[in-house]
């Protein structure tokens, strides 16, 4: 499986965004997908997490309210879009997926056992 982010970019503070995430796995529909992000000298965190069929989801408490994941499971796409944008959204993000066994949702890193490349958002003032 391979996952390929899109979607960032330099954008103004109170502006938004949309990320997107292709996978290229037939099961896409049983992958829990998530989204985590790092900023600049700081470790990578949890922003977002989609239940297989996007039913159910998860955010990170800094991001509650602005961000929503969604998915597309016809395209094998997940989405974030990214509104009321702060400065302190700047950072690289990723789309992860797990591929194996039975977690429908989660946002513990290390439970995901596919990662994309990687986006790069910057909120300016």
């Known amino acids: 499986v391979q996952l390929q982010a899109s979607g960032g970019g330099l954008v103004q503070a109170g502006g938004s965004l949309r990320l997107s995430c292709a996978a290229s796995g037939r099961a896409f529909s049983r992958y829990a997908m998530g989204w985590f992000r790092q900023a600049p000298g700081k470790e990578r965190e949890f922003v977002a997490a989609s239940s297989w069929s996007g039913g159910n989801a998860y955010y990170a408490d800094s991001v509650k309210g602005r961000f929503t994941v969604s998915r597309d499971n016809a395209k094998n796409t997940v989405y974030l879009q990214m509104n009321s944008l702060k400065l302190e959204d700047t950072a690289v993000y990723f789309c992860?997926?797990?591929?194996?066994?039975?977690?429908?949702?989660?946002?513990?890193?290390?439970?995901?056992?596919?990662w994309g490349q990687g986006t790069l958002v910057t909120v300016s003032s």
């Open positions: 992860a997926a797990r591929t194996s066994g039975i977690v429908v949702i989660t946002t513990t890193a290390s439970l995901y056992d596919c």
